[in-house]
């Protein structure tokens, strides 16, 4: 209830009581006509019910004290007046206070009564925004937030998951999902499981420029993520990115953003993502979709079963995901994946393609222009070739000379079985092959000579046998290498022809003596 300030009082009653007229006063006092009828009426203003107020120019007599005027009942808000301020100390808005009285105090009062108590303890300016219209089913707007403190799985820590919010513009309802980390195939899973909370698809969806939706921003032409463009095609919506540093766009989400934090999350903890999911599904079915919203004055769950018939139905089958690749087209006209050759027939060999790698298939495209040239299951098992045989190339090309080359220089028995193997195989056989020249790398190229030659003996069509085969013939020759030439003798310390050592001495001795008796000999001259 509006209530007039006691010195404004004191001045309208004093002019009145000099006989003024309203709309004399109000242009003197900038007080409403209104306002000052009823004042007047209230304390019987009246020059004729106040004797001794002054009717000429004696400046002695004064007018009496108006009497107060009540400022009416107590608020139904004014018992718990020290929990709404410690809520507002939080900066938690007017709906969260009211929200709280009502499941921890038993609060019965209208929400308008925590509104109008709650703006007399806090000054606020409003502000301006320009509201846009929409059809029903026409747009929904997407964004990124941060959740409420959870506990990380696993430990003691609490941060913030991100909290995606995707709203109807013209009927307010929201999806609300928290999750650990993003990627390109999660942000498009959250807007499948938003569609399928709604029911139906709208035709077109407003985000801004994050790196999981939008690759390069641009006002005309904006790059999307291909995991995300796809999504949207099958969908059969269209993607509208907003103008770079203009959230203006896409108020209707970062406000139902900033209602979720403010309101739903602020001040709250959660053990699990699982537990904070919960509870946003529960507060927007409780709460939020039950309100009333401001600007339209209709409730929010109501405009949403009206808009929910304009909704574009779901498709049957939902969205495959994929990742992508480029490779380059081999020799033998396939690319690898998973160490896995497939078909690429008719791209060119040595050109980039791109791969799109599904659950159970992949897909080849053009680079360029994105037109599938090739599809194929995926591989059960890595070393599988996905190649049908009249498209399997037979003719040397210069990487089978030159691999040819290099198995005639390890030796005659290396050459015959690669070339056996390439008239076998074809050019996807070179692998193989490139395989057995390498590994002069690590094997003397003998060795390798005699491995091949025993795998053509036992028909070996396996690179990894001729590896064993090397290593085997190679721990041989190391073991032979460390064997004695002969064996080890132990010395005979005792035997008849073995003389006493003092025999030996004496020997020694005796030579001695007669070697220093003889004369010196001359040494012959030169000639």
Same mark, same amino acid.
């Not at 026409?138 to 430990?155: C, F, L, N």
């Not at 030579?511 to 220093?516: D, P």
């Given at each position: ?27 003197? @006092? ?11 009426? $209230? ?18 007599? @004064? ?51 925590? %509104?109008? *108590? ?6 606020? #300016? ?8 929409? /059809? ?44 650990? %980390? ?15 909370? *709604? ?42 990115? /907003? ?62 079963? #009206?808009?929910?018939?304009?909704? %574009? ?5 939902? *969205? ?6 480029? $490779? ?29 790698? *599904? ?31 009249? #498209? ?71 690179? %990894? ?11 041989? /020759? ?33 030579? /001695? ?15």
């Amino acid at each position: 209830m509006y209530v007039l300030k006691q010195h404004l009082q004191t001045t309208v009653i004093t002019l009145l009581a000099a006989g003024k007229s309203q709309r004399e006063i109000e242009r003197i @006092t900038g007080v409403n006509r209104k306002t000052i009828r009823s004042l007047a009426q $209230r304390t019987d203003a009246d020059v004729s019910n106040y004797p001794g107020v002054a009717t000429g120019s004696d400046p002695q007599i @004064t007018p009496p004290r108006p009497p107060t005027i009540s400022s009416g009942p107590v608020s139904a808000c004014e018992p718990h007046r020290a929990f709404i301020e410690a809520q507002l100390r939080l900066r938690r808005n007017y709906t969260a206070i009211y929200q709280d009285l009502v499941d921890q105090f038993g609060f019965t009062a209208a929400y308008n009564s925590v %509104k109008r *108590f709650a703006g007399t303890l806090v000054a606020r #300016e409003p502000e301006q925004f320009d509201r846009l219209e929409f /059809a029903p089913g026409e747009e929904v707007q997407v964004d990124y937030g941060e959740g409420a403190m959870t506990r990380v799985p696993g430990s003691d820590q609490y941060r913030r998951p991100r909290l995606f919010v995707m709203t109807l513009r013209y009927s307010r309802r929201c999806f609300r999902r928290v999750v650990w %980390k993003s990627s390109q195939e999660t942000w498009a899973r959250l807007h499948e499981e938003a569609w399928r909370y *709604f029911g139906g698809c709208p035709s077109y969806v407003v985000l801004d420029n994050l790196r999981e939706g939008v690759i390069k921003p641009d006002l005309y032409e904006p790059e999307l993520n291909p995991v995300y463009s796809a999504m949207l095609a099958h969908y059969g919506v269209v993607a509208d990115p /907003a103008r770079v540093r203009d959230p203006n766009r896409k108020g209707t989400v970062e406000n139902a953003i900033q209602h979720t934090q403010s309101t739903a999350l602020k001040g709250r903890r959660f053990e699990s993502i699982e537990e904070q999911n919960a509870f946003l599904e529960r507060w927007e079915t409780k709460w939020a979709a039950l309100r009333i919203h401001g600007s339209v004055r209709r409730q929010v769950e109501a405009m949403f079963q #009206e808009e929910r018939t304009h909704l %574009k139905p779901l498709p049957l089958q939902g *969205f495959q995901y994929f990742t992508e690749c480029e $490779r380059t087209v081999a020799d033998d006209t396939c690319i690898r994946i998973d160490h896995s050759s497939y078909a690429a027939r008719p791209a060119m060999i040595g050109s980039r393609v791109l791969v799109r790698l *599904f659950e159970h298939h992949i897909e080849i495209r053009n680079r360029h222009t994105h037109a599938v040239l090739r599809t194929h299951p995926r591989a059960q098992r890595p070393g599988s070739v996905l190649l049908p045989d009249d #498209e399997r190339p037979f003719n040397p090309s210069r990487e089978t000379r030159r691999i040819l080359a290099q198995a005639e220089d390890i030796g005659p028995d290396t050459l015959r079985l690669c070339q056996q193997w390439f008239d076998k195989e074809g050019r996807v056989g070179q692998r193989k092959l490139w395989g057995i020249v390498n590994l002069v790398k690590r094997y003397p190229r003998r060795l390798i000579d005699q491995a091949c030659a025993q795998a053509l003996r036992e028909n070996v069509c396996s690179y %990894k046998s001729i590896q064993i085969l090397t290593e085997r013939l190679l721990v041989a /020759a190391l073991a032979e290498i460390d064997a004695p030439v002969q064996g080890e003798l132990d010395l005979t310390q005792q035997h008849p022809l073995i003389r006493d050592g003092d025999d030996y001495a004496d020997l020694f001795t005796l030579g /001695a003596q007669n070697s220093a008796a003889l004369p010196p000999t001359k040494e012959p001259s030169p000639s």
